[in-house]
Protein backbone atom coordinates (compact mmCIF):
# COMPACT_ATOMS: atom_id res chain seq x y z
CA UNK A 1 0.00 0.00 0.00
CA UNK A 2 1.15 3.43 -0.72
CA UNK A 3 -0.35 6.02 1.11
CA UNK A 4 -0.52 9.04 -0.48
CA UNK A 5 -0.55 7.98 -4.13
CA UNK A 6 -2.48 10.24 -6.48
CA UNK A 7 -2.93 11.41 -10.04
CA UNK A 8 -0.88 14.86 -8.84
CA UNK A 9 2.44 12.79 -7.59
CA UNK A 10 2.70 9.73 -10.17
CA UNK A 11 6.41 11.52 -10.77
CA UNK A 12 7.83 11.25 -7.27
CA UNK A 13 9.54 8.27 -6.70
CA UNK A 14 7.85 5.33 -4.22
CA UNK A 15 10.45 4.67 -1.21
CA UNK A 16 10.23 2.73 1.81
CA UNK A 17 10.70 4.84 4.79
CA UNK A 18 13.77 3.24 5.39
CA UNK A 19 15.81 4.71 2.66
CA UNK A 20 14.93 8.25 4.18
CA UNK A 21 17.19 7.63 7.72
CA UNK A 22 17.52 5.45 10.45
CA UNK A 23 15.21 3.87 12.67
CA UNK A 24 16.11 2.71 15.77
CA UNK A 25 14.20 1.28 19.52
CA UNK A 26 14.57 3.35 21.88
CA UNK A 27 15.96 1.49 25.50
CA UNK A 28 14.56 0.50 28.82
CA UNK A 29 16.83 -3.18 29.42
CA UNK A 30 16.29 -2.58 33.63
CA UNK A 31 13.14 -4.47 35.66
CA UNK A 32 11.21 -3.37 37.23
CA UNK A 33 10.83 -0.37 35.03
CA UNK A 34 10.08 1.71 38.41
CA UNK A 35 12.84 0.36 40.30
CA UNK A 36 14.37 3.27 42.10
CA UNK A 37 17.53 2.90 41.42
CA UNK A 38 17.07 4.07 38.07
CA UNK A 39 16.12 7.41 39.36
CA UNK A 40 17.77 8.21 42.59
CA UNK A 41 19.61 11.83 42.08
CA UNK A 42 18.61 11.62 38.25
CA UNK A 43 20.36 13.80 36.11
CA UNK A 44 18.92 12.79 32.12
CA UNK A 45 15.71 13.39 30.83
CA UNK A 46 13.59 10.57 30.65
CA UNK A 47 10.83 10.78 28.23
CA UNK A 48 7.42 8.43 27.69
CA UNK A 49 4.92 7.94 25.09
CA UNK A 50 2.34 9.98 27.00
CA UNK A 51 5.01 13.32 26.40
CA UNK A 52 5.38 12.25 22.95
CA UNK A 53 1.45 12.36 22.34
CA UNK A 54 1.03 15.79 24.14
CA UNK A 55 3.80 17.46 22.61
CA UNK A 56 2.78 19.97 19.08
CA UNK A 57 5.79 19.73 17.79
CA UNK A 58 8.83 19.73 20.16
CA UNK A 59 8.93 18.06 23.43
CA UNK A 60 10.47 20.42 25.50
CA UNK A 61 9.67 19.38 28.89
CA UNK A 62 10.05 16.49 30.82
CA UNK A 63 9.06 14.66 34.09
CA UNK A 64 11.45 12.17 35.04
CA UNK A 65 15.14 12.11 35.33
CA UNK A 66 17.24 8.50 35.24
CA UNK A 67 20.42 8.13 37.19
CA UNK A 68 23.90 7.20 36.48
CA UNK A 69 22.44 3.51 37.03
CA UNK A 70 19.42 4.43 34.58
CA UNK A 71 21.79 5.68 31.56
CA UNK A 72 23.81 2.10 31.77
CA UNK A 73 20.22 0.15 30.55
CA UNK A 74 19.25 3.38 28.03
CA UNK A 75 20.93 5.93 25.94
CA UNK A 76 20.63 9.93 25.20
CA UNK A 77 19.34 10.38 22.28
CA UNK A 78 20.48 13.86 20.11
CA UNK A 79 17.98 16.72 19.91
CA UNK A 80 16.22 16.84 16.59
CA UNK A 81 15.54 13.05 17.10
CA UNK A 82 11.97 12.23 15.43
CA UNK A 83 10.07 10.16 18.28
CA UNK A 84 7.79 7.58 17.13
CA UNK A 85 5.30 5.70 19.60
CA UNK A 86 5.16 2.46 19.16
CA UNK A 87 2.86 0.84 21.52
CA UNK A 88 -0.26 3.15 23.48
CA UNK A 89 -1.46 5.59 21.37
CA UNK A 90 0.33 4.33 18.33
CA UNK A 91 2.07 6.28 15.14
CA UNK A 92 2.23 9.45 17.67
CA UNK A 93 5.35 11.90 17.01
CA UNK A 94 7.57 15.03 18.27
CA UNK A 95 11.04 15.83 17.92
CA UNK A 96 13.04 16.03 21.06
CA UNK A 97 13.88 19.72 22.07
CA UNK A 98 17.01 18.70 23.60
CA UNK A 99 18.46 15.16 24.34
CA UNK A 100 16.34 12.93 26.14
CA UNK A 101 16.05 9.13 26.76
CA UNK A 102 13.09 7.18 25.84
CA UNK A 103 12.11 3.26 26.76
CA UNK A 104 11.51 0.95 24.07
CA UNK A 105 8.02 1.94 23.56
CA UNK A 106 9.23 4.65 21.30
CA UNK A 107 11.41 4.19 17.80
CA UNK A 108 13.76 7.18 17.46
CA UNK A 109 14.16 8.50 13.32
CA UNK A 110 17.34 10.57 12.35
CA UNK A 111 17.00 11.53 8.39
CA UNK A 112 19.90 11.00 5.75
CA UNK A 113 20.54 14.70 5.13
CA UNK A 114 20.42 14.35 1.50
CA UNK A 115 16.96 12.22 1.53
CA UNK A 116 14.83 14.21 3.97
CA UNK A 117 14.53 15.38 7.32
CA UNK A 118 12.85 14.68 10.86
CA UNK A 119 10.21 17.39 10.29
CA UNK A 120 9.18 15.92 6.84
CA UNK A 121 8.85 12.64 8.43
CA UNK A 122 6.76 14.39 11.56
CA UNK A 123 4.53 15.24 8.58
CA UNK A 124 4.28 11.83 6.91
CA UNK A 125 3.12 10.29 10.19
CA UNK A 126 0.68 13.33 11.11
CA UNK A 127 -0.71 12.34 7.39
CA UNK A 128 -0.93 8.29 8.11
CA UNK A 129 -1.48 8.46 11.68
CA UNK A 130 -4.96 7.18 11.43
CA UNK A 131 -4.58 4.78 8.65
CA UNK A 132 -2.01 3.21 10.81
CA UNK A 133 -4.10 3.41 13.54
CA UNK A 134 -7.27 1.61 11.66
CA UNK A 135 -4.75 -0.82 10.60
CA UNK A 136 -4.20 -2.64 13.81
CA UNK A 137 -7.38 -2.54 15.45
CA UNK A 138 -7.04 0.97 17.13
CA UNK A 139 -6.60 -0.38 20.72
CA UNK A 140 -4.38 1.15 22.89
CA UNK A 141 -3.11 -2.13 23.58
CA UNK A 142 -2.33 -2.83 19.78
CA UNK A 143 1.24 -1.80 19.13
CA UNK A 144 4.11 -1.87 15.68
CA UNK A 145 7.64 -2.62 15.57
CA UNK A 146 10.82 -1.03 13.90
CA UNK A 147 10.17 -3.45 10.84
CA UNK A 148 6.56 -2.23 10.05
CA UNK A 149 7.75 1.17 10.15
CA UNK A 150 10.77 0.69 8.04
CA UNK A 151 8.32 -1.35 5.49
CA UNK A 152 6.28 1.61 4.79
CA UNK A 153 6.24 2.55 0.90
CA UNK A 154 5.52 6.44 -0.04
CA UNK A 155 5.51 8.92 -2.68
CA UNK A 156 8.64 10.72 -1.41
CA UNK A 157 8.59 14.17 -3.18
CA UNK A 158 11.86 15.66 -4.34
CA UNK A 159 14.14 17.45 -1.36
CA UNK A 160 13.37 21.06 -2.25
CA UNK A 161 9.60 20.29 -2.21
CA UNK A 162 9.83 18.52 0.84
CA UNK A 163 11.81 21.63 2.60
CA UNK A 164 8.82 23.58 1.55
CA UNK A 165 6.01 21.22 2.98
CA UNK A 166 8.30 21.63 6.31
CA UNK A 167 8.73 25.23 5.84
CA UNK A 168 4.47 25.86 5.27
CA UNK A 169 3.55 23.25 8.01
CA UNK A 170 6.10 24.21 10.68
CA UNK A 171 5.04 27.56 10.72
CA UNK A 172 2.04 27.38 11.51
CA UNK A 173 3.15 24.81 14.16
CA UNK A 174 5.89 26.92 15.63
CA UNK A 175 2.42 29.74 16.50
CA UNK A 176 0.64 26.94 17.86
CA UNK A 177 3.54 26.50 20.29
CA UNK A 178 3.93 30.13 20.57
CA UNK A 179 0.12 30.12 21.84
CA UNK A 180 0.58 27.45 24.00
CA UNK A 181 3.57 28.44 25.78
CA UNK A 182 1.77 32.18 26.29
CA UNK A 183 -0.92 30.57 27.81
CA UNK A 184 1.24 28.62 30.23
CA UNK A 185 2.76 31.60 31.49
CA UNK A 186 -0.76 33.65 31.60
CA UNK A 187 -1.93 30.48 33.75
CA UNK A 188 1.65 30.42 36.24
CA UNK A 189 1.32 34.21 36.78
CA UNK A 190 -2.82 33.90 37.95
CA UNK A 191 -1.76 30.85 39.78
CA UNK A 192 0.77 33.13 41.21
CA UNK A 193 -1.48 35.33 42.72
CA UNK A 194 -4.06 33.14 43.66
CA UNK A 195 -1.41 31.52 46.11
CA UNK A 196 -0.56 35.51 47.48
CA UNK A 197 -3.71 36.28 48.02
CA UNK A 198 -5.20 32.63 49.44
CA UNK A 199 -2.78 30.46 50.47
CA UNK A 200 -0.24 33.18 51.58
CA UNK A 201 -2.61 35.45 52.84
CA UNK A 202 -1.60 38.44 50.55
CA UNK A 203 -4.46 39.81 49.37
CA UNK A 204 -4.79 43.40 49.09
CA UNK A 205 -6.34 45.24 52.72
CA UNK A 206 -8.60 48.63 52.71
CA UNK A 207 -5.26 50.38 51.42
CA UNK A 208 -4.03 47.83 48.85
CA UNK A 209 -1.26 46.90 50.97
CA UNK A 210 -0.66 42.79 51.32
CA UNK A 211 -3.08 42.01 54.33
CA UNK A 212 -1.14 39.37 56.25
CA UNK A 213 2.32 41.23 56.26
CA UNK A 214 0.32 44.76 57.05
CA UNK A 215 -0.88 43.65 60.10
CA UNK A 216 -4.09 42.10 59.08
CA UNK A 217 -6.04 40.27 61.93
CA UNK A 218 -5.87 35.95 62.00
CA UNK A 219 -7.91 34.11 63.62
CA UNK A 220 -7.60 30.77 64.77
CA UNK A 221 -9.74 28.36 63.06
CA UNK A 222 -10.29 24.63 64.85
CA UNK A 223 -12.06 23.19 61.51
CA UNK A 224 -9.17 23.79 60.00
CA UNK A 225 -6.75 23.73 62.35
CA UNK A 226 -4.91 26.88 61.53
CA UNK A 227 -4.66 30.42 61.46
CA UNK A 228 -6.89 32.09 58.78
CA UNK A 229 -7.83 36.07 57.82
CA UNK A 230 -10.58 37.35 60.40
CA UNK A 231 -14.11 37.05 58.46
CA UNK A 232 -12.93 34.02 56.50
CA UNK A 233 -14.44 30.73 57.63
CA UNK A 234 -14.53 26.63 56.61
CA UNK A 235 -16.69 25.50 54.28
CA UNK A 236 -17.75 22.40 51.46
CA UNK A 237 -16.97 22.75 47.59
CA UNK A 238 -21.17 22.03 47.67
CA UNK A 239 -21.19 25.59 49.49
CA UNK A 240 -19.37 27.37 46.46
CA UNK A 241 -20.37 25.11 43.49
CA UNK A 242 -23.29 23.00 41.84
CA UNK A 243 -21.61 19.79 41.32
CA UNK A 244 -22.80 17.68 37.79
CA UNK A 245 -21.74 14.01 38.15
CA UNK A 246 -21.90 12.96 34.81
CA UNK A 247 -23.17 9.90 32.93
CA UNK A 248 -23.24 7.62 29.82
CA UNK A 249 -25.68 9.55 26.99
CA UNK A 250 -29.47 7.16 26.85
CA UNK A 251 -28.47 4.19 25.12
CA UNK A 252 -24.79 4.86 24.94
CA UNK A 253 -25.07 6.47 21.65
CA UNK A 254 -22.47 8.54 20.46
CA UNK A 255 -21.06 9.34 16.68
CA UNK A 256 -18.25 11.21 14.95
CA UNK A 257 -20.37 12.70 12.22
CA UNK A 258 -21.35 15.40 14.16
CA UNK A 259 -24.49 14.92 14.49
CA UNK A 260 -26.23 16.29 18.12
CA UNK A 261 -24.30 17.52 21.12
CA UNK A 262 -20.64 17.08 21.55
CA UNK A 263 -19.77 14.20 24.08
CA UNK A 264 -16.88 13.77 26.74
CA UNK A 265 -16.40 10.74 28.35
CA UNK A 266 -13.35 11.04 30.71
CA UNK A 267 -9.67 12.56 31.02
CA UNK A 268 -9.15 11.07 27.74
CA UNK A 269 -10.35 13.66 26.05
CA UNK A 270 -8.95 16.20 28.11
CA UNK A 271 -6.38 19.45 26.22
CA UNK A 272 -4.11 21.80 27.70
CA UNK A 273 -6.73 23.01 29.51
CA UNK A 274 -9.97 22.40 26.90
CA UNK A 275 -11.43 19.46 26.17
CA UNK A 276 -10.34 18.54 22.86
CA UNK A 277 -11.91 14.83 21.30
CA UNK A 278 -14.92 15.23 19.52
CA UNK A 279 -17.90 12.95 19.73
CA UNK A 280 -21.28 13.39 20.00
CA UNK A 281 -24.29 11.96 21.14
CA UNK A 282 -28.02 13.10 19.64
CA UNK A 283 -29.49 11.76 23.14
CA UNK A 284 -27.12 13.93 25.93
CA UNK A 285 -27.89 12.80 29.52
CA UNK A 286 -26.22 15.05 31.85
CA UNK A 287 -24.71 18.49 30.58
CA UNK A 288 -22.60 20.70 31.50
CA UNK A 289 -22.17 24.50 30.43
CA UNK A 290 -19.71 26.51 28.61
CA UNK A 291 -17.49 28.03 31.45
CA UNK A 292 -18.21 24.91 33.81
CA UNK A 293 -15.23 23.02 35.38
CA UNK A 294 -14.72 19.70 34.03
CA UNK A 295 -13.15 17.31 36.54
CA UNK A 296 -12.45 14.11 36.14
CA UNK A 297 -13.85 11.61 38.47
CA UNK A 298 -12.39 8.25 38.00
CA UNK A 299 -8.37 7.41 37.34
CA UNK A 300 -6.07 9.72 37.08
CA UNK A 301 -8.65 11.92 39.46
CA UNK A 302 -8.66 15.47 39.96
CA UNK A 303 -7.41 16.75 36.52
CA UNK A 304 -9.29 19.19 35.21
CA UNK A 305 -10.45 21.17 31.74
CA UNK A 306 -12.86 24.14 30.96
CA UNK A 307 -15.99 23.16 29.15
CA UNK A 308 -15.89 25.64 25.86
CA UNK A 309 -19.03 24.85 24.98
CA UNK A 310 -22.13 23.30 26.18
CA UNK A 311 -21.87 19.93 26.23
CA UNK A 312 -22.50 16.19 27.45
CA UNK A 313 -20.23 14.63 30.19
CA UNK A 314 -19.97 10.89 30.81
CA UNK A 315 -20.01 8.88 33.79
CA UNK A 316 -15.24 9.64 34.23
CA UNK A 317 -16.45 13.59 34.22
CA UNK A 318 -18.18 15.33 36.92
CA UNK A 319 -18.86 19.40 35.78
CA UNK A 320 -18.65 22.39 38.74
CA UNK A 321 -20.77 24.95 38.40
CA UNK A 322 -19.60 28.40 40.38
CA UNK A 323 -22.75 29.43 42.66
CA UNK A 324 -21.29 33.25 42.33
CA UNK A 325 -20.25 33.32 38.65
CA UNK A 326 -16.54 33.41 39.83
CA UNK A 327 -15.27 30.07 37.43
CA UNK A 328 -11.79 31.77 37.21
CA UNK A 329 -11.35 31.38 41.16
CA UNK A 330 -12.98 27.61 41.01
CA UNK A 331 -10.46 26.55 38.89
CA UNK A 332 -7.19 27.77 40.19
CA UNK A 333 -9.14 26.22 43.82
CA UNK A 334 -9.45 23.22 42.33
CA UNK A 335 -6.26 22.85 41.10
CA UNK A 336 -4.52 23.63 45.13
CA UNK A 337 -6.79 21.02 45.91
CA UNK A 338 -5.96 18.62 43.66
CA UNK A 339 -3.59 16.97 46.83
CA UNK A 340 -7.04 16.04 48.48
CA UNK A 341 -7.23 13.47 45.17
CA UNK A 342 -3.76 12.05 45.43
CA UNK A 343 -4.80 8.74 47.00
CA UNK A 344 -7.32 7.75 44.77
CA UNK A 345 -4.47 8.01 42.34
CA UNK A 346 -1.18 6.54 44.13
CA UNK A 347 -3.19 3.03 44.92
CA UNK A 348 -1.70 1.67 41.17
CA UNK A 349 -5.17 1.04 40.20
CA UNK A 350 -6.77 2.13 36.86
CA UNK A 351 -10.47 2.09 39.15
CA UNK A 352 -9.57 4.69 41.95
CA UNK A 353 -12.79 7.00 41.39
CA UNK A 354 -14.73 9.47 43.72
CA UNK A 355 -18.02 10.20 43.90
CA UNK A 356 -20.95 12.99 44.53
CA UNK A 357 -20.55 12.52 48.18
CA UNK A 358 -17.04 12.91 48.93
CA UNK A 359 -17.34 16.21 46.64
CA UNK A 360 -19.65 17.55 47.92
CA UNK A 361 -18.33 17.39 51.46
CA UNK A 362 -14.76 18.59 50.12
CA UNK A 363 -13.13 20.78 52.78
CA UNK A 364 -12.75 24.22 51.26
CA UNK A 365 -11.62 27.53 53.29
CA UNK A 366 -13.87 30.33 52.14
CA UNK A 367 -12.51 34.09 52.00
CA UNK A 368 -14.52 37.01 51.97
CA UNK A 369 -16.91 37.63 49.01
CA UNK A 370 -15.44 40.57 47.87
CA UNK A 371 -11.83 39.19 47.84
CA UNK A 372 -13.02 36.33 45.56
CA UNK A 373 -14.83 39.02 43.47
CA UNK A 374 -11.88 41.39 43.14
CA UNK A 375 -9.21 38.12 42.31
CA UNK A 376 -12.06 37.21 39.15
CA UNK A 377 -11.61 40.38 38.18
CA UNK A 378 -8.28 39.87 37.81
CA UNK A 379 -7.76 36.31 36.69
CA UNK A 380 -10.52 36.50 34.61
CA UNK A 381 -8.88 39.10 32.27
CA UNK A 382 -5.64 36.19 32.01
CA UNK A 383 -8.44 33.45 30.80
CA UNK A 384 -9.98 35.86 28.38
CA UNK A 385 -6.94 35.68 26.69
CA UNK A 386 -6.13 32.08 27.03
CA UNK A 387 -9.45 31.26 25.77
CA UNK A 388 -8.35 33.85 22.10
CA UNK A 389 -4.99 31.79 21.97
CA UNK A 390 -6.81 28.42 22.48
CA UNK A 391 -9.49 29.67 19.36
CA UNK A 392 -6.66 30.82 17.18
CA UNK A 393 -4.90 27.67 17.91
CA UNK A 394 -7.73 25.32 17.16
CA UNK A 395 -8.17 27.92 13.92
CA UNK A 396 -4.48 27.01 12.75
CA UNK A 397 -5.19 23.06 13.43
CA UNK A 398 -7.93 23.06 11.06
CA UNK A 399 -5.74 25.11 8.55
CA UNK A 400 -2.76 22.48 8.85
CA UNK A 401 -4.87 19.84 8.73
CA UNK A 402 -6.81 21.02 5.49
CA UNK A 403 -2.96 21.63 4.12
CA UNK A 404 -1.65 18.55 5.02
CA UNK A 405 -3.22 16.23 2.39
CA UNK A 406 -2.61 18.56 -0.16
CA UNK A 407 0.67 18.87 0.10
CA UNK A 408 1.45 15.63 0.75
CA UNK A 409 -0.60 13.78 -2.47
CA UNK A 410 1.11 16.79 -4.56
CA UNK A 411 -1.92 18.49 -5.15
CA UNK A 412 -0.17 22.02 -4.41
CA UNK A 413 2.77 23.24 -6.80
CA UNK A 414 5.27 25.47 -6.55
CA UNK A 415 6.78 28.00 -8.81
Known amino acids: MIY ?10 TKKLSQLGT ?9 PRDDKRLFEDGKYPLIQTGEVKAANLYITSHNAE ?15 TLCITIAANIAETALLGYPMCFPDSVIGFNAFPQESSELFMHYVFTYIRKAIQNSTGGSIQDNINKEYLESLDFKIPP ?54 SSGGKMVWNKELNREIPQGWEAGKLSDIADIIMGQSPLGSSYNTVQEGMVFYQGRTDFGYRFPTSRVYTTQPS ?3 EKGDILLSVRAPVGDLNIANENCCIGRGLASLRSKQNVNSYLYYLMQKLYSNFASFNDAGTTFGSVDKDFLYELKILKPLANVIQQFEEVANKYDKLVLENEINSRSLYNWRDLLLPMLMNGQVTFN
Not at 23 to 31: L, T
Not at 179 to 204: R, S
Open 23 to 31: FDRGKSRHR
Open 66 to 80: YSEFGLTQSKIWPDG
Open 159 to 212: KPYQDKIVHILSSIDKKIELNNKTNEDLEALAKTIFDFWFVQFEFPNKEGKPYK
Open 286 to 288: RIA
Open 4 to 13: NESKYNTHWE
